[in-house]
């Protein structure tokens, strides 16, 4: 059985930091794709960042130059740090893990629960 726990959500002030944590298990984490996702209220989902197999990297226009993923295929986790945070990054993040296809393609079958960040003007 496949498991998503993200960890490192919460409120923080703008122009400030977090950072997302993804454990995966039940998975060969290495040998799939991770993908950082958020919804905010009222809007469609959006595929922030995401890292291949190969750690090929892929971000949202609007986080370049202030989020970084990356992975650490021997602890089976991903993160995501966002610096220079800003009121609209407010919203519910989710990682999930995939081929490439299906996370570049917002179709992966594997997602966490979900851990909200809030980004105060």
């Known amino acids: 059985q496949v498991q998503l726990v993200e960890s490192g959500g919460g409120l923080v002030q703008a122009g400030g930091s977090l950072r997302l944590s993804c454990a995966a298990s039940?998975?060969?984490?290495?040998?799939?794709?991770l993908g950082w996702f958020r919804q905010a209220p009222g809007k469609r989902r959006q595929l922030v960042a995401s890292?291949?197999?190969?750690?090929?990297?892929n971000y949202l226009d609007s986080v370049k130059g202030r989020f970084t993923i990356s992975r650490d295929n021997a602890k089976n986790t991903g993160y995501l740090q966002m610096n220079s945070l800003k009121p609209e990054d407010t919203a519910v993040y989710y990682c999930?893990?995939?081929?490439?296809?299906?996370?570049?393609?917002?179709?992966?079958?594997?997602w966490g629960q979900g851990t909200q960040v809030t980004v105060s003007s």
């Open positions: 999930a893990v995939d081929t490439s296809l299906k996370v570049l393609t917002g179709t992966p079958r594997y």
């Open positions: 039940g998975i060969v984490f290495n040998a799939n794709a």
């Open positions: 890292i291949t197999s190969g750690s090929t990297t």
